[in-house]
């Protein structure tokens, strides 16, 4: 008669190879690799949400500067609370904010607001210096254009 239980001797081992667990351990780095890419991406663009958000607030206060004084000539920073003041739109990086901003008159009605990316002094972690944001807003007419030389 057989015994139930084979001997030991018999039995089949059940466990991963080495090849196998190094196999897995490379698609794991290749995944959180490529995820860790695209998170710096989704926050930078967040970044980049935040000085659009500023520029538009930049862009109200020409306007009102615009309607007061029928002409954006002459209009300076501080014009519209672009300054050094903590609590001004920051004209220099600062560790506060990732972006510096300042505006140019580029006609009666038009204004040019600018913002760079801080590499040094501004908030961790620092980007580029090339990279900026321009908001050209045209008083008296419909149209305010983004343009970037970072593909902003």
């Not at 972006?99 to 501004?122: H, M, N, P, S, T």
Request: proline fraction near 4%.
């Amino acid at each position: 008669m057989k015994s139930p239980n084979p001997p030991a001797s018999k039995s089949l081992s059940r466990s991963f190879t080495l090849i196998e667990l190094i196999v897995v351990i490379i698609i794991v780095g290749i995944l959180a690799a490529v995820g860790i890419s695209q998170y710096s991406k989704m926050v930078e663009k967040g970044r980049r949400a935040e000085a659009r958000m500023i520029l538009g607030g930049i862009r109200t206060l020409g306007l009102t500067y615009y309607q007061e004084n029928g002409t954006t000539a002459g209009i300076t920073n501080a014009d519209v609370n672009i300054g050094t003041a903590p609590d001004q739109i920051p004209s220099a990086c600062r560790s506060s904010h990732y972006f510096l901003y300042y505006v140019i008159d580029c006609g009666v009605a038009c204004l040019d607001i600018k913002a760079y990316r801080c590499d040094l002094g501004g908030k961790s972690p620092q980007g580029v210096a090339s990279n900026y944001l321009i908001l050209r807003a045209q008083y008296g007419q419909l149209a305010t254009t983004w343009s970037s030389n970072a593909g902003y």
